[in-house]
């Protein structure tokens, strides 16, 4: 295996040849972005460089006037000798592997990713490379996710119910990513769907993009609240427990996260229910995702990086290294709105 082509700097993960940085966390000169969740794609960067898909977002999120270059799946830059492309991520539209290439020497930062089609975002795609980084959010065997089919099932139950007992429900998700994914699935016979203003300005700029969301209502204060009656309402993790919510009165709350899996009561709060549906790969597709990329050494981020990394090397015989970086996965505190 030749000489590395990553490195963990102060700012970020460096390819010094490319002279680029993969979601750095300090201003830099040159940021090749993952995906546009806050903790990968953060403001200050004089130059960015993501997918197609990404870009109203980052926009929205960054400012209009951000220095942003877009490319699609697949397609090849080269900086200083380094051919630089971008793959499927599955994680939420737009969410890419950053793919570098120098001399036969490959490496591959994934960002985040889950392995399950959504629908929504385009499938992952394991790319060969000596050198992979990976995220493991979920690294650890009790995390084990069930077919999305199955989830949704019980999110329209819950809603059924509810709606029958004239209650309007309440879903926290992420407004970028998890709420999409669930206006994608879910059982739109049921009754009206409502978004949050911060969901609604994210559709409205996937929609800008071409990204097939579902388009629904933006809750305004001209909305009679007698039109909610029976209705699901989406909101980000941040609008629960705030005065915004009464005009939904009365409602139940349910959040929509892998943390449901286990720490469903600390994570939910106030919230009276949870449903385990997370935009990262689980133990076993952490793992399957790994091993087709056929690496030979394995970079770990942000999550249980002690023991999926022990697991690595003493079960499936692959080098790992743990990274200290400033991602966070799947955390409602990422919410900034």
Known sequence: MGKSLIELTPSGIYCPKAGIFIDPWKPVEKAV????HSDHSRWGMKSYLAHKASEEVMKLRLGKDISLQT???QQVIHMNGVAVSLHPAGHIPGSSQIRLEYKGQVAVISGDYKLEDDGLSEPFEPVHCHEFVSECTFGLPIYKW???QLV???INKWWQTNAAHNRNSVIFAYSLGKAQRVLKNIDKDIGEIFAHGAIWNTNQALLANHIKVVDVPKVTADIPKSRYKGALIIAPPSAMGTPWMKKFSPYRTAVCSGWMNIRGAKKRRA???GFVLSDHADWPS???????TAAERVY???GST????????EVENIMAVELKTLFEGEDSNLEVE
């Open 286 to 292: 952490l793992i399957k995702a790994i091993k087709a």
């Open 152 to 154: 949704f099932e019980r």
């Open 271 to 273: 919230a009276d229910t």
């Open 146 to 148: 069930e077919p999305q």
């Open 306 to 313: 002690a023991v999926f990394g022990k697991y690595l090397e």
């Open 300 to 302: 770990l981020t942000h």
């Open 33 to 36: 972005i993952t995906h546009a």
């Open 71 to 73: 490319i699609d799946y």
